[in-house]
């Protein structure tokens, strides 16, 4: 068991301890429901109550919370116990998970590809010819690299990942369990006679550096040119990104979202769950699409959209106050009617 004193844990964090500092934390938790041992932390205004019952034997509060009863817990006070309590969660992921490394029996590496210090690769995974794998590189089990692809350095690629041919995927990222990344554009040209003739799709995928990529979510590889994921991009599970979109960088987009083909997404974009995006759109920066938006048109930075198709969040929620009201509109119509 992995322990710590709260004097570390606030040092670590350039902190402030309030109570005993030398309490011991090995664990942690929610701080509505966490054990003796475990540290918490309390950043929303909504949850103080659960403070002064916390269980917890330590909480990351800001500097300036003033208790309004007495606690029972050691209080760390922090700029900001939201992110700090991301950073310890970081350095436990990492103190907790085993560091994988080595090769194990059975998997292929061609003898053309290029391999990095401190490479983990799993049991049946695959690299194909000419790649070029980073130093402290984890390739899981059952992966596919295929050939001619570029892996920069501390990337992880889970089990089940499979990597088309000509894929550039820069550093720190991690691609999740399923993903697949350089499949073939849904590229079809209509016939005379009513069948459908396959383009094909020459192009590939270049992910940026810090890009997350979830399970079973799926980047095309482009017609000609690249599909590209910019840096610090998070793609949440089962979002698919059509041939020569590209996503601008620190964008976040939630499960079930579907971006077209050819559609440029700014920086610092949010796509909430299940939204479609339509082909050959430029979307600006810091745009946020509610959940089940469908996004027709071109949208301006800094626009916030709502609805199917989507438009302004403020004119949407006016709109929608009028149509909850539509069954009472109509019985005061008909009554009206009755009378008149």
Known sequence: MIEFSANYIAELL????????????????????????????????????????????????NKNFQPRQELSTTLIRVNDPYLGFTALLEEYHKLTNSNKSGVEDPSFVHESSTLGKD????AFSYIGANCKIGNNVKIYPQAYVGDNVIIGHHTIIHSGVKIYAGTIIGSHCVLH????????????????????????????????????????????????????????????????????????????????????????????????????????????????????????????????????????RKKYLRAYAAFRNLPDLLNRISELEKKY
Do not use: M, W
């Open 177 to 312: 369990s399923g993903a697949v990344i350089g499949s073939d554009g849904f590229g079809f040209a209509p016939q005379p006679d009513g069948s459908y003739k396959t383009i094909p799709q020459l192009g590939n995928v270049v992910v940026g550096h810090h890009v997350s990529i979830g399970a079973n979510t799926t980047v095309d590889c482009a017609t000609l040119g690249s599909t590209v994921i910019q840096d610090g991009v998070k793609l949440d599970n089962l979002i698919q990104i059509a041939h020569n979109a590209e996503i601008g960088e620190n964008t976040v987009i939630a499960a079930q979202t579907g971006v077209s083909g050819s559609t440029k997404i700014g920086k610092n974009c949010i796509l909430a769950g299940q939204v479609g995006v339509v082909g050959h759109l430029t979307i600006g920066d810091r745009v946020t699409v509610g959940a089940q938006a469908g996004v027709g048109k071109s949208l301006d930075s800094g626009q916030i959209v709502l609805g199917s198709p989507a438009f302004d």
């Open 119 to 122: 490479l983990y690769r799993g």
């Open 14 to 61: 350039d902190g402030e301890i309030q109570g005993d500092g030398t309490t011991k934390i090995n664990k942690l938790g929610k701080i509505d429901d966490a054990e003796p041992g475990a540290l918490a932390f309390l950043s929303n205004p909504k949850y103080e109550p659960a403070i002064y019952k916390t269980a917890a034997s330590a909480v990351l509060v």
